[in-house]
């Protein structure tokens, strides 16, 4: 139903930047939890940050002051603007919508590869 469309991963050095996008098919976007997961190998997938509709943003503790969420209710997108990128970070990073306990959607991911 809700489709979300990832990009701007790519390779980076470590301390570099990257933003990430995802654009969301939903009419009613701004009422979604929106969402930054990664999955890198061999480990379970992670919450990396969120913002929901009061805008009031959760990172993980890797990431804080490093990484920042945001949204353009008017674009339907989200953005993940990192910085200070580490050899840690390198991961599949996943767009997600949620919206209370039941409904969930993922993008495709979008491979972020931070190396020397």
């Known amino acids: 139903q809700v489709q979300l469309v990832e990009s701007g991963g790519g390779l980076v050095q470590p301390g570099g930047s990257l933003r990430l996008s995802c654009a969301a098919s939903?009419?009613?976007?701004?009422?979604?939890?929106m969402g930054w997961y990664r999955q890198a190998p061999g480990k379970q997938r992670e919450l990396v940050a969120a913002?929901?509709?009061?805008?009031?943003?959760n990172y993980a503790d890797s990431v804080k002051g490093r990484f920042t969420i945001s949204r353009d209710n008017a674009k339907n997108t989200v953005y993940l603007q990192m910085n200070n990128l580490k050899l840690e970070d390198t991961a599949v990073y996943y767009c997600?919508?949620?919206?209370?306990?039941?409904?969930?959607?993922w993008g495709q991911g979008t491979q972020v590869t931070v190396s020397s």
């Open positions: 939903s009419s009613i976007f701004s009422l979604y939890t």
């Open positions: 913002i929901p509709r009061n805008g009031i943003t």
């Open positions: 997600n919508a949620g919206l209370g306990f039941a409904v969930s959607y």
